[in-house]
Structure formats: C-alpha cells, structure tokens
C-alpha cells in the first residue's frame, strides 16, 4: 500500500510543486495520475522513486516511511518498485536479453535465477524472439516492452509508469496500456501518469487529477476530463 499524507514538496528555487496532497492506493490497484503540464505528476512520481524527497507529509510504501529511509534501504524499496519513462532509457550498448538480466545482476540475483527468469518475463512482454537484438533494431512499443521487461524483472508490488505511451503512437499506445492491464491482472499495482485521453477515458480505471500542486478530483472509474 502507498500513503501520501500531507505531503508537500518545494523545490529550492521555491517553487512549490505539491502542496498538502493526501491519498492511498492499495495493493493491487490500476491509478491513472492526470493533469495539466507543471501539474506536479512528475513530482509525485520522484517522491515514490525516492528521486526526491517530500519538504513536509509523510510517503509510506509498504508500511516503510519513505521520507525517513536511511542510504542503505534504498535499493530494496527500489527493488520493490519497477520504472517506466517516456523515452524507454535502454542500454543501447546491450542486448534486449542483458537489458533486463542487468537489472536481476544489480540486485544480486543468482546466474541460475537469471537464466530463469528473464525469458520468463520477455515471454510475458512477448519479445522472446528479440532477446538477441539491440534496442536501435527495434520499434518504439518494442522498446518499451523491453523497458517493461526490465522493469517487472524483479517481481516488483508497484510499477511506474511516467507518460509510458508518450513516444508511440495510438495503436502501439494501446497495446502497451493492454500489458500494463495484464501486468495489474496478475498482481502488481500499477500506477501511470498520463497525457493519453483516449486510454484513460476507455479503461474506466481510478483516475487521479492534480492541478497546480493540489487533488482536483479522485474517481474509481474516473475519466481524463481535460481537452487534450
Ligand atoms: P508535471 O509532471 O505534472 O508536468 P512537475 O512535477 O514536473 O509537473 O512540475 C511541477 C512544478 O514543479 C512545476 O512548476 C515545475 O516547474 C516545478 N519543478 C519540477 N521539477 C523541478 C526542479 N527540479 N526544480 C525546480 N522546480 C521544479
């Protein structure tokens, strides 16, 4: 479960990105976080990361307060949390397979649970047969499946997704949202911050809007409500 309570954050230029925002999402969940550019979603997004860290309020994952987590305990509220952007951020020097067993070698897995495990989750994504290839050989949605892959790898509770369809276009856009549906199906809360109107308005998931740093509305089966 993730709890934001009170949670404010000012930048040190001053400007103040989240002000007194509070909310749960609990295991299991699908929430579309929306908003107007400079909202503060991407702000929301590095709180949970630990990219950034809360000026006042509390963000509790998994019963641990995050604003207190001491150095060391970072990798493993990492290691619980997987993480897709907008621009895939792939390693364009590996291959599709490395890709995703260099996120299992990070956290110090075992050779055998690599060999285990990463086919399994390219076969998930459904890119079994690009395990060999580099990222500059495959399309946009390939790469972020393989983003996916990485970022599922570990068998994280919670995936993040800032404006994961951003580069693609509508149809590869709604195949991704699709696995992203399916990822949730089997277990992991996913959380994505969005622009996409249409999948919003069509997946009819809890939709959470911020404006200027505030919650303007936070609906079970919401709808984007902006024109785009
Ligand atoms: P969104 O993701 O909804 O576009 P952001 O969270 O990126 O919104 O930004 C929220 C506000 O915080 C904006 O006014 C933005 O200019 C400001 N902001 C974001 N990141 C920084 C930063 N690193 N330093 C200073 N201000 C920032």
Redesign the pocket.
Known sequence: MIIFSNVSKI???G???LNNISFFIERGEFVFIV??????????I?LLMHE?IATSGEVIINSVNVSALKQNQIPYLRRNMGVVFQDFRLLPKKTVYENVSFAMEIVGASRREIRRQVPNVLSLVGLSHKAKAFPTQLSGGEQQRVALARALVNNPSFLIADEPTGNLNPRTAQEIVELLDEINKRGTTVIM?THAKDIVDQMKKRVIA?ED?VIVRDEARGVYGYEN
Do not use: H, R
Request: no cysteine.
């Open positions: 930048y040190e230029n400007s103040e990105a908003g107007p550019s400079g909202a503060g979603k991407s702000t929301l590095k950034e911050a911020i740093g």
